[in-house]
T-cell receptor, first 116, second 114 residues
Framework: GNSVTQMEGPVTLSEEAFLTINCTYT??????LFWYVQYPGEGLQLLLKATKADDKGSNKGFEATYRKETTSFHLEKGSVQVSDSAVYFC???????????????FGTGTQLKVEL | EAEVAQSPRYKITEKSQAVAFWCDPISGHATLYWYRQILGQGPELLVQFQDESVVDDSQLPKDRFSAERLKGVDSTLKIQPAELGDSAMYLCASSLEREANVLTFGAGSRLTVL
């Protein structure tokens, strides 16, 4: 079945540091890939997505490239801010064969803490 | 900006009691999802509706969990009887089209079973 593996956290960085959160996946077919972010006390929000190999998703200074050859979708940001402190989830979406729709499979999440 | 509404935000109950969660998706969103997020883990799909029909409930523990979306709009997830292992965040999400892969999540309902 489909699965997503993320690096374990927490990841603690100083403000303006470079961020990488690793994500690899296992899937049959050609899934879409996502990064969702969850701020304390809130639901998940879509951060960025990529729907096919070599696509780069980007938003709010974050970016990730869909690498089919390494089955990876690593999240990067050049300069993090305290406000980026949250839990980041990598996910893949695949079609539900019976009944239609999409099923999201999430990783376990990586907590990011950014300090001044 | 349109939101997915969920209630209650927090629920504390004793084991063997019944509990219910309500979700109102974004207006016009035909597809509705219930996810369970255990502390320290990623969300797992419990059930997916397309309008009022269930399209995937393969991970729903049907001996104690039930979900309905009678008029194809809002939805209720029920647990009876609750067990200690049911303590988790229950997330509702919706999407505009059947094949859409962008979900909008609600803030969630946090359940604690004592």
């Amino acid at each position: 079945g489909n699965s997503v593996t993320q690096m374990e956290g927490p990841v603690t960085l100083s403000e303006e540091a470079f961020l990488t959160i690793n994500c690899t996946y296992t899937a049959t077919g050609y899934p879409s890939l996502f990064w969702y972010v969850q701020y304390p006390g809130e639901g998940l929000q879509l951060l960025l997505k990529a729907t096919k190999a070599d696509d780069k998703g980007s938003n709010k200074g974050f970016e990730a490239t869909y690498r089919k050859e390494t089955t990876s979708f690593h999240l990067e940001k050049g300069s993090v801010q305290v406000s980026d402190s949250a839990v980041y989830f990598c996910a893949l979406s695949d079609l539900i064969l019976t009944g239609g729709g999409n099923k999201l499979t999430f990783g376990t999440g990586t907590q990011l803490k950014v300090e001044l | 900006e349109a939101e997915v509404a969920q209630s209650p935000r927090y629920k504390i109950t004793e084991k063997s009691q019944a509990v219910a969660f309500w979700c109102d998706p974004i207006s016009g969103h035909a597809t509705l999802y219930w996810y369970r997020q255990i502390l320290g883990q990623g969300p797992e799909l419990l059930v997916q509706f397309q309008d009022e029909s269930v399209v995937d409930d393969s991970q729903l523990p049907k001996d104690r969990f039930s979900a309905e979306r009678l008029k194809g709009v809002d939805s209720t997830l029920k647990i009876q009887p609750a067990e200690l292992g049911d303590s988790a965040m229950y997330l509702c999400a919706s999407s505009l089209e059947r094949e859409a892969n962008v979900l909008t999540f609600g803030a969630g309902s946090r359940l604690t079973v004592l």
